[in-house]
Structure formats: structure tokens, C-alpha cells
């Protein structure tokens, strides 16, 4: 699994979207910058606690 993740931000009217590259199910907004790279930290960590749970092999990329 990677410990780095690379993100892509788009400004959108509400404040920024962010999506990781490697792993495109993981979408967030936030109405910062600062706040929408908070919000994929925090997606991140939520969707590896559920892979772990399940005991599901996380594949990305």
C-alpha cells in the first residue's frame, strides 16, 4: 500500500474539490484549499479503517 498519495484540486464555486490520483473513488470538498486537503487526510484514513474491517486488499493506481 502507499504512504503518499497524490492529489488533484479543482476550484469550483463552493470552494475547492480534491481528488486522490491513485485512488479515484476518493472525492472531497471543502471551502478551502487548507480545509479540502484535510477532508481527503480524513477520507484516506476512513476508507483504509473500512478496507481493514472487511479485510480487503487495498489496491490503488
Not at 504512504?3 to 490520483?21: C, D, E, F, V
Not at 481527503?40 to 474491517?53: N, P, S, T
Amino acid at each position: 500500500m502507499l504512504s503518499n498519495y497524490t492529489a488533484r484540486y479543482t476550484k469550483i464555486s463552493s470552494g475547492y474539490m480534491g481528488q486522490l490520483i491513485e485512488w479515484p473513488e476518493v472525492v472531497t470538498e471543502g471551502s478551502s484549499l487548507e480545509e479540502c486537503r484535510e477532508m481527503l487526510k480524513d477520507v484516506i484514513r476512513e476508507m483504509i479503517l473500512a478496507f481493514q474491517i472487511q479485510k480487503k486488499e487495498i489496491t490503488v493506481g
